[in-house]
């Protein structure tokens, strides 16, 4: 079935340590690509997205995804997390009528 | 101030007794959709709208009914609530061509 892979459900990481969250997508053709971000409490929020072009797209609070087309991925990463980046976080892919979600991945960050 | 506003935002129900769970945008958009959050299953899409009386199933649409009757509205009808029903609901809405989803506060709905 066609679907959204997050392969990290839970990553726990110290202040200043470098963060990838991996995505893959199984859907065929052209797909636009996002990230949102559920700090606690809170609803989700977009962090960056890919329509075309840039395969390296920045988004906010110095996050950046990178667009694998041969890969079928679109990994998050940060170079250096702090503490209120703890949040859960989520791959969408925009299909033609509607959005897909990954099953998401906790980021926990300690300080 | 740009928004999507849910109502209620926590809900404790029983089996069977009807609700609706309302939502409203204010940004004009076209598109509107409700997605549940379960743990370990991220957000799966009940229903959405992509326009004024045009709505369609999502993944998970058993047991729930929605209307769009005016842009700016897209409620959740649950007609008969059971226990598997217990979730944390949102709404959603974007313009039809970015996909960019911006999400209500959520809401909270348990079944007893």
């Known amino acids: 079935a066609q679907s959204v892979s997050q392969h990290n459900h839970h990553v726990i990481l110290s202040e200043a340590a470098s963060l990838e969250l991996g995505c893959n997508y199984s859907?065929?053709?052209?797909?636009?690509l996002f990230w949102y971000v559920q700090y606690p409490g809170q609803h989700l929020q977009l962090l960056l997205k890919?329509?075309?072009?840039?395969?390296l797209v920045k988004g906010i609070k110095g996050f950046e995804a990178e667009f694998i087309k041969s890969k079928f991925s679109f990994n998050l990463r940060k170079p250096s997390v702090q503490w209120s980046d703890t949040a859960e976080y989520f791959c969408?892919?925009?299909?033609?009528?509607?959005?897909?979600f990954g099953a998401g991945t906790r980021l926990t960050v300690k300080p | 101030e740009a928004q999507v506003t849910q109502n209620p935002r926590y809900l404790i129900t029983v089996t069977g007794k009807k609700l609706t769970v309302t939502c409203s945008q204010n940004?004009?958009?076209?598109?509107m959709s409700w997605y549940r959050q379960d743990p370990g299953l991220g957000l799966r899409q009940i229903y959405y709208?992509?326009?004024?009386?045009?709505?369609d199933k999502g993944d998970v649409p058993e047991g729930y009914k929605v209307s769009r009757k005016e842009k700016r509205n897209f409620p959740l009808i649950l007609e008969s609530p059971s226990p598997n029903q217990t979730s944390l609901y949102f709404c959603?809405?974007?313009?039809?061509?970015?996909?960019?989803?911006?999400f209500g506060e959520g809401s909270r709905l348990t079944v007893l």
């Open positions: 969408a892919v925009k299909l033609a009528n509607d959005m897909r």
């Open positions: 890919y329509f075309s072009g840039d395969p």
């Open positions: 709208s992509m326009n004024v009386e045009v709505t």
């Open positions: 959603a809405s974007s313009y039809l061509n970015t996909g960019e989803l911006f």
């Open positions: 859907y065929g053709g052209t797909v636009n």
């Open positions: 940004m004009n958009h076209e598109y």
